[in-house]
């Protein structure tokens, strides 16, 4: 059993599986939220198993698609914890341990800021890869 939590802990939730993919997107509006580092989940997989009254959904406004979730006591970012989807990405820095996953891509680099520098060989995508 994989375990995750906000940084208060009054979200947790656990996965009986390891995610299938690690990304990070570069958008402005995962990067202000602290979302940029995404694993993949499935459904199937995942449950909130404490804290779903503390999950506050930032719905997505144009140019964005996806709503993001966050914990309403400490504000960590969650991801899409909240998506009907059959897989969806939850922020990679709420998995309690290390659970081995490389990243496999860097998507929206058209709006990373010249300060950061990407320093591994994923493949890199001006926009999301998945559309």
């Known amino acids: 059993m994989i375990k995750g939590s906000c940084c208060c802990g009054a979200v947790k939730f656990e996965l009986t599986e390891k995610p299938s993919m690690m990304g990070m997107c570069h958008c402005t509006r995962c990067r202000k939220i602290g979302a940029s580092a ?28 996806y709503d993001r979730c966050f914990c309403s006591v400490c504000g ?6 909240l998506s009907e989807s059959d897989s969806f990405p939850i922020t990679a820095n ?5 659970v081995g996953l490389e990243n496999k891509f860097h998507e929206f680099i058209s709006e990373k800021p010249n300060w950061l520098k990407i320093g591994d060989t994923a493949k890199q995508f001006d926009e999301h890869p998945f559309e």
């Not at 449950?47 to 009254?53: F, P, S």
């Not at 709420?94 to 290390?98: G, I, S």
């Open 94 to 98: 709420c998995l309690d341990e290390d």
């Open 38 to 65: 995404i694993a993949f989940v499935k459904s199937e997989s995942f449950q909130v198993t404490e804290g779903l009254d503390k999950i506050t959904t930032y719905k997505a406004v144009e140019p964005y698609k």
């Open 76 to 81: 960590s970012a969650l991801g899409e914890v």
